[in-house]
């Protein structure tokens, strides 16, 4: 055995004997999530990079992981806390995988096919008798779920109802000499605040979220339509601002438990130097959504709508359109993500830069302990027209969901997931052969096996 080989395993058996007397606190979770895309008609749709509608059908199937393992390690008294989670996926059966990873440190982790979901370091602010935290690193970021609600990298103080965090989710190192002298080029900084009221049965948040860009090119190159989402920005100079209120309230009743839930966002700001220099495009979109249901025994029945901002002129000086930064909604089955979150049409609240009016009914069914049952109807229209050839249109379609989900152990669910869309003209935009009218509905069946510990 070498001198090497023998002080390694010395150290690693002071560590493991030292342990007790270090007074720590040892956690291991994991989330192992085994997805199936069952069936679907019209597989060209579900590519966020173009999708497309053939009037024949497109069908394909797949299995596939995206699994998390999560490590924690704390003191004793919980003053301080270091945190690591990985995660494989989503890596289909079958497929080669990701030989090099991309964007280290960028936005929702580092990479394809192993990547580092969290990694921080927490702990409370020494002679402060409330909770008063310090996270730095990678970490859990939300700001509102249809705003901001993924993980990014920076520094976060928080307590029990508020926080406030500085992070960077793109950054660009300009070295001494280089070609910019503004140390802010292409860094994309944020800052971050909310804070959170409860006075039951009365849930309010109020939150703020800044960001900014610098860029030293003379213009950039910007399509709303295609860069929908802030951090498909390229290294555009912008500044925007997102400030908004949230909630909710509940009340019982003699015929069950009336819930009312809110979201209202408002976003202002500009991006300069759009196409050529000089053409400085202002930003004002918003978005207001809510959900109205009543809870009664095991059965819940929501109604759910939205409004997202559209543009219907990308050209001009303004951008009307609400923008997110990076979200995951799990409302519609069809255009947004379901069991495998990762090939859907959009993750967002909104279709391109044409907004969203969204409407959807939906009766959950607690059927026993174990399992659950759900329906929902939906009808989606874009808040401005879609345009293409001579055709304009903002009908969607309606959409028929259906669910099931079955415990088969305490901490192993199966889950099935079932999605309809019955077209409407609009979908016609995304038609391969295209007439002003829909030809081509969509069907969608995915089912999963998810261990937890």
Partial sequence: MSKNVKILIGVLLALVLATPAMAMKLEFHGDLNNRFLLYTDQADFFKVSGPTLDKEDRPDTFGEIKSRLIVSAATDDGAVKGVYALEVGALKFGSNPATTPGGDGTFSGDGVNLE????????????????????????????????????????KVYGDNWYFAWLRPKDTFQPSGGSSKDWRNDDLDTLNARYDLKM???????????????????????????????????NAEFDLLAIGIDGGVSAGTGFGKVFLNWDLIYETGSVDNVGSPGNNVDIKGYLAHAD????FGAATVTYTVWYASGDDNSSDKDFENFFHVDVDLFESFIFQESLTDDNVFFEGGYIRDKGLFFNKLALDYQATKQTKLGIAALYLQTAKDLEWSTFKEKNLGVEIDGYVTHKLYGNLELALHLGYLVSGDAMDFFETTQNGSADVDIFKSEARVRYQF
């Avoid at 703020?208 to 951090?231: F, R």
């Fill in 292 to 295: 109205l249901g009543l809870n």
């Fill in 116 to 155: 580092t979901r969290w990694f921080y370091t927490d702990f409370q602010i020494p002679g402060v008798a409330s909770k008063a935290r310090v996270q730095i690193g990678l970490f859990s970021n939300t700001v509102n779920r249809f705003f901001w609600s993924e993980t990014a990298m920076g520094v």
């Fill in 200 to 234: 039951e049965p009365v849930k309010l948040g109020l939150f703020a979220s800044y960001m900014t860009q610098t860029n030293n090119d003379n213009s950039v190159s910007l399509n709303p339509a295609i860069a929908n989402e802030i951090k498909l920005f390229p």
